[in-house]
């Protein structure tokens, strides 16, 4: 009798399995728990059945989502329109010679970031300053935080020497080669900045997963094709000084769209975005009318050369406040994958 009673176990047991695996094949395990336990019961019909789905986030929405938080060099702390003479903007504004000018308190005052915005970039910054930190401050890296949805940064000038390089051409015999002869020393440095941006770009995304990243490449300060001497620069040499700006920015650009690749390819949220600004500055460059850069600007009493030399005026930065404003809402060009949740 207790053979006969385990055998028939046995065989329920089979057919219970059979049956799960038929229903969960039709698809109709739903009805059938719904009949024999009393759960997953709900009203017939498609709509009944639908989820709430997430939406995803247009690029503007993905950037004021949070926090804005903006690092970089002298091109974003304004350094082209410090005044030391004004209350500085914050503590450490003394040394970095940020600015209520630049392109950052443009951008943090007309759009609305759910996270507030902070401004922490510093003149004389280099890939390493942002890592490491500068005039005892922290580290510009270390305030990126995990509710950032928009970082922006503009970085490389300083490790591609550019302001030793404009003296170098400045200060040199009028008949020398001094100006670009440094090509190559100009280029090893860019290759050589090329794995801290890297870093810099990857350390901001390990810090805030979901932001977008824009980085501002630099604007050319002469004509395209100029006409006349310059700051003791000749033609031939605003030339070249445009070129190693392109250099720059091409170099750059291409780290930026490896982490967006990298970004797209694993479908993660954010971005990595470049923004070119080699012509921004085109009719304005320095040298014309209404120049959106300083040219060299020296006291010959005192034989002091103010550090507002070769950054943009107040127009340049107004300018570069628009390309950044413009790329905010355009995006990256791809999908983002910043979800909003139900």
């Known amino acids: 009798m207790a053979r006969r009673r385990t055998a028939e176990m046995v065989a329920a047991g089979a057919l219970g399995v059979a049956l799960a695996l038929t229903v969960l094949a039709t698809g109709t395990l739903d009805r059938v728990s719904c009949a024999t336990l009393a759960v997953a019961c709900a009203e017939e019909g498609p709509a009944a059945r639908r989820l709430p789905q997430p939406r995803r986030l247009s690029p503007q929405e993905a950037a004021l989502s949070g926090a804005y938080i903006a690092l970089g060099d002298s091109f974003s702390s304004g350094e082209g329109v410090y005044d030391e003479t004004e209350r500085p903007i914050d503590a450490g504004a003394g040394l970095c010679h940020r600015s209520r000018g630049s392109y950052v308190p443009q951008i943090a005052g007309s759009l609305r970031f759910a996270g507030g915005a902070s401004f922490w970039a510093c003149a004389g910054a280099t890939t390493v300053h942002l890592l490491k930190g500068q005039h005892g401050h922290k580290p510009q890296i270390s305030r990126v935080g995990p509710a950032a949805s928009l970082v922006t940064v503009s970085i490389g000038g300083n490790d591609a020497g550019f302001t030793d390089v404009l003296k170098e051409c400045i200060l040199r015999l009028p008949w020398s080669d001094g100006c670009t002869e440094q090509e190559a020393v100009v280029r090893r440095r860019v290759a050589g900045m090329t794995p801290n941006l890297r870093q810099v ?33 000749t033609p031939d040499d605003q030339r070249w000084v445009n070129r190693m700006a392109r250099f720059l920015n091409d170099a750059s650009r291409e780290v930026v769209a490896e982490v967006d690749r990298a970004i797209a390819t694993f479908g993660g949220p954010g971005s990595a975005e470049f923004v070119d600004a080699y012509d921004a500055f085109d009719g304005h460059e320095i040298g014309r009318g209404s120049p959106y850069m300083n040219a060299l600007d020296v006291d010959v009493e005192q034989l002091k050369v103010y550090s507002r030399s070769y950054h943009p005026t107040a127009g340049g930065y107004r300018r570069l406040g628009e390309l950044v404003a413009a790329q905010i809402s355009a995006g990256p060009g791809r999908p983002l994958n910043n979800l909003l949740l139900p």
Request: hydrophobic share 45%.
């Open 201 to 233: 770009l990857l350390e901001i995304r390990r810090r805030a997963p979901e932001a977008r990243i824009i980085v501002l490449g630099y604007p050319r300060p002469f004509p395209a094709a100029p006409a006349d001497r310059v700051d003791n620069l």
